[in-house]
């Protein structure tokens, strides 16, 4: 078996919510009420321990989603870590798509429950932006290379 490692970092993916629900509330129907809008979607500093949780119980998720593969899960500290054992067959180029499928999971899940508050029409697409990339991962994570015959690679290699 193998494993894989996924590290984020928490404040980046606050931050990605940070970003995203400010342009949400810029782009906001209406010239005329913008800065209502802005001041009811975008989040502030005062509400890091509320995005906080909402990151936890996303990464919570994302382990229950996954845990055939969690050999550790770690989300205590300012990095969340995600340790996964996958077969011996797994395809390593698509780590990478792995990792950013993580990342942007754990952005748009915290970002669909921020959303449910605050701007409850948009909450439901974040929600389900979020179920894609956890899907994604988890197709990938089942991803093998085709199997190839010790002759063929040997006449490959000559």
């Known amino acids: 078996m193998k494993n894989i490692v996924l590290e984020v970092a928490r404040s980046d993916v606050e931050e990605m919510v940070a970003q995203s629900t ?5 782009k906001s129907p209406g010239q005329a009420d913008r800065g209502e809008w802005i001041d009811r979607v975008s989040t502030v ?7 906080e949780r909402f990151v936890s119980e996303s990464f919570a998720m994302a382990v229950e989603r996954l845990k055939e593969f969690v050999v550790d ?3 205590s500290g300012s990095r969340l870590r995600l340790t996964l ?5 797994y395809d390593g180029s698509v780590t990478v798509a792995v990792s950013e499928s993580f990342r942007s999971y754990l952005a748009a899940s915290a ?3 921020w959303l449910r508050m605050s701007y409850p029409e948009k909450g439901a697409e974040f929600d389900a932006e979020a179920i894609a ?3 994604t991962m988890e197709r990938n ?3 093998r290379r085709k199997p190839v015959r010790k002759a063929a690679r040997r006449m490959a290699a000559e």
């Open 85 to 89: 054992e996958v077969s011996v067959a």
């Open 45 to 51: 500093d005062e509400d890091r321990t509320l995005l």
């Open 73 to 75: 899960a770690d989300c």
């Open 141 to 143: 994570l089942y991803h």
């Open 133 to 135: 990339h956890l899907s």
């Open 111 to 113: 970002l669909g429950r």
């Open 22 to 26: 400010a342009y949400l509330g810029f």
